[in-house]
């Protein structure tokens, strides 16, 4: 699978600790297409670095409120993406 990426997530993926080095490596390959990011995927791989991300929502997603953070909201952006179809 292939994954758009904008410029803010994807910096925010590579400078953040969501993610191990194996994972990292497939965002460190993306392609630049116009001003977005291309990143490959196996359909095992996404499944992981998604799963990865919705465990990392849960501890650090949400406010006292339970409304989204911030990082929340690049959590979810980054699951939404990362849907097997």
């Known amino acids: 699978m292939r994954i758009r990426l904008t410029p803010h997530l994807y910096e925010w993926v590579l400078k953040g600790n969501l993610l191990g080095e194996h994972e990292r490596c497939f965002f460190m390959k993306a392609n630049r297409s116009d001003k977005d990011y291309l990143v490959d995927l196996s359909d095992d791989d996404a ?3 998604r799963d990865a991300c919705g465990e ?7 406010d006292a409120d339970y409304g ?14 990362l849907l097997v179809r």
């Not at 990392?56 to 949400?62: D, I």
């Open 56 to 62: 990392h929502l849960q501890r650090v997603g949400f």
């Open 47 to 49: 499944d992981a670095i």
């Open 68 to 81: 989204p953070t911030r990082e929340g909201r690049m959590l979810e952006e980054l699951v939404d993406l």
